[in-house]
């Protein structure tokens, strides 16, 4: 069925399709809209969840975490302060093994007070233990929703998908929304092997002594390494069913490209059409879009990156001290291999700033005029 809608509404169909049993929300600007859907979903019937107002995202996460602990499939959404709300309970969800999955529209943090786009709250909570996707069309947020519980309930590891303020929550386009049979063949009842039931009586994330916590977190870290190959083989079973599937990355004209464009979110479909003005004028441009931060996709930014001359890492964030925070992984994953390229780190679109197409080509004639990094940050579209 092909229907026009908003990128926040599209993360409310993922979550309906995918069969919710619990949705717990608290209104941010720019998700409102997620949660306001889902309550008319529940309301009219279409779909079976219970849906929990509460006082606020610390604790609509404590409810998806008591959600998923009884053995519920629980989805809930947030942005920007209400993320850096959550933090604690991030931690708790992704410590004790629970596998909500959350819609996330990225906001620049305040201040000064924002409500557009860059993706500084995300990716502050990198370290929590999260898989963390990262979306460009309201067809991947929805296709997206439904992989990501899939992968998350195999791994029983929380994931966030993860949207642009206003360039994607607020526009509207034409979007596939798959069949809810075929989503029920592809995603099965959640049914955890541990649960908190009275006629099986258990304890969760009790006192742990220093015996046993560091082995709880080295199962985390090993079941999140089993992701990468995970999560591609599900997008194949995805595709087999909906022609579309989840990868980690998205190269673009990659294959014969000398120089590379290193891209997220929905800059990355900004920067192909800058890579085929580029080409049409004798560069060899390819765009490398990173759709999947965490677990963080080395082997095939190696594979692709090993084969061109130069590469321009372009940040909508920055991790302030260090640069660019997509920079600082891509070089972390180069580092002291041979025969990789030089990496050059740009920061564009905080705030909301647009990142154009002329953005890119001030990226790319800036980055293939250097043999290698001068500076840790160069700074495009600011106004001196």
Request: glycine letters at 8%.
């Amino acid at each position: 069925m092909k229907k026009v809608i908003m990128g926040n509404h599209a993360l409310s169909y993922g979550a309906m399709l995918s069969r919710a049993q619990v949705i717990s929300a608290y209104p941010i600007t720019p998700q409102t809209q997620v949660v306001e859907l889902l309550s008319e979903m529940c309301a009219d019937g279409s779909l079976a969840a219970e849906f929990i107002k509460v006082e606020s995202e610390h604790s609509a996460m404590a409810s998806c975490i008591g959600a998923s602990v009884a053995g519920a499939r629980a989805f809930t959404a947030t942005s920007s302060q209400g993320l850096a709300l959550m933090h604690e309970m991030l931690h708790w969800a992704a410590g004790g093994r629970h596998p909500i999955v959350m819609g996330n529209v990225n906001r620049s943090m305040a201040p000064g007070w924002s409500i557009w786009a860059d993706q500084n709250d995300s990716l502050s909570q990198r370290d929590t233990g999260w898989m963390q996707f990262y979306c460009a069309s309201n067809q991947e947020v929805v296709d997206t929703v439904i992989q990501a519980f899939k992968v998350s309930e195999r791994l029983m590891i929380p994931a966030m998908v993860i949207l642009d303020a206003f360039a994607l929550s607020h526009t509207y386009e034409v979007v596939d929304v798959p069949d809810q049979a075929l989503v029920d063949k592809f995603l099965p009842p959640f049914k955890p092997a541990i649960k908190l039931t009275p006629a099986d009586p258990r304890a969760f994330g009790g006192l742990t002594g220093s015996e046993h916590y560091m082995e709880l977190r080295y199962k985390l870290q090993k079941d999140m390494e089993k992701a990468p190959a995970l999560i591609e083989e599900t997008g194949r079973e995805y595709e087999k069913l909906f022609g579309r599937r989840l990868e980690l990355v998205d190269a673009y004209l990659c294959d014969d490209a000398e120089f590379l464009f290193v891209t997220s979110g929905t800059a990355g479909y900004t920067a192909r059409v800058a890579v085929d003005e580029l080409r049409k004028s004798g560069v060899k441009a390819g765009n490398l879009r990173i759709k999947v931060f965490r677990p963080f996709p080395f082997a095939e930014i190696r594979g692709i990156l090993k084969k061109v001359k130069k590469a321009a890492v372009v940040d909508r964030n920055c991790s302030y001290g260090a640069g660019g925070i997509f920079y600082q992984e891509v070089k972390s994953g180069l580092y002291g291999i041979a025969g990789m390229p030089p990496v050059l780190g740009y920061i564009a679109g905080l705030g909301g700033r647009d990142i154009t197409v002329d953005s890119f080509k001030e990226v790319a004639a800036h980055a293939m005029a250097r043999d290698h990094a001068d500076e840790e940050i160069v700074w495009i579209g600011v106004k001196k």
